[in-house]
Every structure is written in structure tokens, then in C-alpha cells.
């Protein structure tokens, strides 16, 4: 059995590689770059007018003829006189001659003629070549997530596909005969399966679209089967039961039969003591226990930073302080994940913090981090979360 940072380092050491596909931006939902990418063209490649009025080469002259118009995406480039102007709109091209534009706001206008009424600067409303950045400029680092804006700033470039980090394919495989599907009847004796359904929304919370889920019977025949197919297909296979000590608990010893290096069994910690680690090549498994609030805060402390890290964030958990309420001891000697409601700075437990409970977990934004040398908890105290609002 190791400790809570130990674990943590093991899996830390022991990821594979990020994979990554080149991928539309229309089709980029959150995707995370790969590469970092730099500017094609300028933008603006040509000098835009920024607002509606009459661009003129600047002069000081206050009545000004208008000898055309330029609309944005038209091509019209006249040669100027110091008493000449066009009709200009915004995004619209620049005259080579012209250096200036008045709004139309600040102009009279008789037929073909203008009067300013406020002169502008010499260059006002008018955007630069390559003003928000210049063609071979670094525009977008590796790394970054590809929001909204990110689509829409490439598709100024003209960029078409982008190198994103291919999100894992995880496989969710469910142990247990005491299992029933969701729409049937429930016998006597009989759980219905949340672990695995609950696994799968949280993965797909989290960005992970490919997901396999099957369900093992209690044989070492059956799991042994269903753990080889979800490793022909997955980066990551996450079990839910089957792996403590019980007669008819078999994860351990398929892993073992098949060839999945155990890297650790147990951890130092409450909910969650029986969590198995290993790897077999560049597929990671993970076994979870059975009890559903043991395997959701498994899930949240080690599976979903290997999630992150596959794709192309940090592996890290961002842990933040608060201040606790009320008061609580430690008499286990371990580490505990606790549920809690943080708002505010302050944060306090919720009650049913038993580990085949969900009630709770459905109620908190946060895991609160008891170590094993603390014994107790008192109001005032500044201690260690984890933030889970947007994780569940």
C-alpha cells in the first residue's frame, strides 16, 4: 500500500505520449493545440478602413470633393488630390493615397462634396498592415485550448485544419452478476448499475468522446475477455469492481494473466483504499472501486489529470486553500477525500460521506484534502481542495 503522493507520482511517471490528429476547426470543440502556429498573411493583410466615412490624404483642407465609393471586399484604388475624398465603409480597403478617415458623423455632405466639421488626426481610423499582427508572427502557442474566439482569430488566417491533441479512447468495463441495466426490472438482490453510466458522463464532461462500455460477469474467464478487447481498442481502461479481495473479485489476477504490469495496489487513503494501477506498452489501466463514491473520487484525484494530460493540459490538480467551518478528526491514518461545499472562501463538509453514497458528491464542488498527519479539523483552519465544480 502506498501513500496519496506517491500514487500520484507513479502515474505522473509513467504516461505515455500525446497523440494528435489534424482537424478542422469547424469540428474543433475545446480541442488543444499541438503546435504552435504562426501567422500566413498579415491581419489586416491591407489597410482597413475601422469606421463608416470619407477616407483623404491629408491636408488640412475642410471641403473635400468625393470623386467615388469603396465598399468593403471592393478593389477601388483612385489617385488623390489634397481637396479629393471616396466614400469609404468599414473593413473596406484603404486608397494607397489616402492616410486619414473622418467619420461620417463629423461631415456635411452637399451632392458630391463634403464639408468636415471636426477635423480627425493625420492616420485616425485607419488600420495598419498586419495592426493585430504580422505575417511569420507566432499566433497561436501549442497548448492553447481553441474556444470560440481561437476558431474564429484562425479562420482570419484562412486556416482550414489545425494539429490538436487526439483525446484518449477510453473503454468503461463494469464487474459484477449483482448488476442490473437501466430499464429493467429489479430483482431481489439486485443494484442497478450506476458506476458505469456515471463514468461515462464524466468522461464525456471532460472531453473524451470515445468511450466503450461493456459489462464482465463474475468469472475470470469474462473479465479476462472483456479487459484484452478494450485493450485492442483504448489508450485507457477504467474498471469499476472487481478488484479487492473477495472470492469473486478477479480483476487483479486477469491483469496479472494477461500481462498488464502492476505498477501499484491500495493507496493510503479513504474512500478508495483498493485502486490498482498499471500499464501494458502505451495502454494505461485503471481499476476503481466498486462502491460509487469511491470510484467517482478515484476517478476525480487520478483518472482525470491522466485525462488532461492526454489531452494536452497539465497533469497537475489545481489545489486551493480555504478556510474551514466546523469541525472534524482524523482517527484513520489516512488520506482523506472529503465532500465539501466551498463558497466564498469558506468551505465546510457535507454529511453521507460513506462510500457507496452519491447524494452528497451530488451536492459538492469540492474535495477537501485531509492528509494522514492531520487529526483534526477545526473552524478558522486554512486547508487544501480541489475544485470539482466543472469536473462532474
Request: charged share 25%.
Amino acid at each position: 500500500m502506498i501513500l496519496f503522493e506517491k500514487a500520484l507520482e507513479c502515474i505522473n511517471l509513467n504516461l505515455p505520449k500525446r497523440k494528435f490528429v489534424s482537424c478542422k476547426i469547424t469540428e474543433i470543440i475545446d480541442g488543444i493545440l499541438a503546435e504552435d502556429i504562426y501567422a500566413p498573411i498579415s491581419l489586416p493583410p491591407f489597410r482597413q478602413s475601422a469606421m463608416d466615412g470619407y477616407a483623404f490624404k491629408y491636408s488640412g483642407n475642410k471641403t473635400l470633393k468625393v470623386i467615388g465609393e469603396v465598399r468593403a471586399g471592393e478593389f477601388f484604388n483612385p489617385s488623390l488630390n489634397n481637396n479629393e475624398a471616396v466614400r469609404i465603409f468599414t473593413g473596406a480597403r484603404v486608397p494607397d493615397e489616402a492616410n486619414t478617415v473622418v467619420i461620417q458623423e463629423h461631415v456635411e455632405r452637399n451632392l458630391n462634396e463634403i464639408t468636415i466639421a471636426k477635423i480627425p488626426e493625420k492616420g485616425d481610423n485607419v488600420r495598419d498592415v498586419g495592426e493585430q499582427i504580422k505575417k511569420g508572427d507566432l499566433a497561436l502557442k501549442k497548448g492553447n485550448v481553441l474556444n470560440s474566439a481561437s476558431i474564429g482569430y484562425l479562420a482570419n488566417f484562412g486556416i482550414e485544419n489545425v494539429p490538436i491533441y487526439r483525446a484518449p479512447k477510453v473503454s468503461v468495463i463494469g464487474t459484477g452478476d449483482e448488476l442490473v441495466a437501466l430499464g429493467n426490472q429489479l430483482e431481489e438482490g439486485k443494484i442497478y448499475d450506476s458506476n458505469t453510466l456515471m463514468l461515462q458522463s464524466v468522461l464525456k464532461k471532460n472531453g473524451v468522446e470515445t468511450v466503450s462500455v461493456t459489462k464482465a460477469v463474475d468469472t475470470l474467464e469474462d473479465v479476462t475477455r472483456e479487459i484484452n478487447k478494450a485493450l485492442e481498442i483504448s489508450d485507457l481502461i477504467l474498471i469499476s469492481g472487481g478488484i479487492s479481495v473477495g472470492d469473486y473479485d478477479f480483476v487483479r489476477q486477469a491483469l496479472i494473466d494477461i500481462g498488464v504490469e502492476e505498477l501499484f495496489y491500495k493507496v493510503n487513503q479513504r474512500p478508495g483504499k483498493p485502486l490498482w494501477f498499471g500499464k501494458k506498452e502505451d495502454k494505461l489501466v485503471v481499476a476503481l472501486p466498486g462502491n460509487p463514491a469511491s470510484s467517482l473520487s478515484c476517478f476525480l484525484v487520478y483518472v482525470l489529470p491522466i485525462i488532461r494530460h492526454l489531452r494536452g493540459l497539465e497533469f497537475n490538480h489545481n489545489i486551493q486553500n480555504a478556510k474551514f467551518e466546523g469541525s472534524f478528526q482524523n482517527k484513520t491514518g489516512k488520506q482523506l477525500f472529503l465532500k465539501a461545499e466551498q463558497k466564498d472562501g469558506k468551505i465546510s463538509l457535507l454529511s453521507h460521506q460513506a462510500s457507496s453514497m452519491l447524494h452528497s458528491f451530488a451536492l459538492s464542488n469540492a474535495l477537501l484534502l485531509v492528509s494522514p498527519s492531520i487529526t483534526e479539523l477545526k473552524s478558522g483552519d486554512i486547508v487544501p481542495y480541489i475544485n470539482i465544480a466543472n469536473d462532474l
